[in-house]
């Protein structure tokens, strides 16, 4: 199944043949990494989309969220889903070790996330929308922004979404 996501043999040539991504460690920043530890994102990432996010991909759009008037209901399976993706570190992997991040360079994080875009879309919008309300933050916010929104959105407590603001688009969401 985990190869049906995404072939590791292409992600491998696209990393270290062509990008040239371990030479990224030299850099202070990424000191304490290497190839193995990207390795051990990628088979991490790709053991998680396989294992927790694929399965309910079907069900997940046969039983879309529903809102019951007091709380939105969703199936089980995004719950352990999210829980494992936030469990493993993800949510913060490219962020400062201040923040809870790995520091692992962007390229390697965005190839870990290819693996849960192709297992589950769906499920991987709400840690993928999350991190980017965090980055907007940590880029325009404020410190009392960054501590009350940031720091509980790269740890998996809270998540962000984005802000639809063009009514005149004739989009159904806005």
Known sequence: MTERLVARRDLEFLLYDWLDVQSLCARPRYREHSRETFDAALDLAQ???????????????????????????????????????????????????????????????????????????????????????ANLLLAHGSPAQIDAFVRPQLAGRFFGTMCLSEPQAGSSLS
């Open 47 to 133: 053991r998680i989309a396989a294992e927790k996010f694929a399965p309910h991909n079907r069900a997940s759009d046969l039983a879309e969220p529903r809102f019951d008037g007091e709380h939105v209901r969703l199936i089980p399976e995004i719950g352990e889903a999210l829980k494992a993706f936030i469990d493993a570190g993800l949510m913060a992997a490219e962020h400062d070790e201040e923040f809870g991040g790995m520091q692992l360079p962007l390229t390697v994080v965005k190839a870990c996330f290819a693996y849960f875009k192709a297992a589950n879309v769906a499920t991987a919008a709400y840690p993928f929308l999350t991190i980017g309300n």
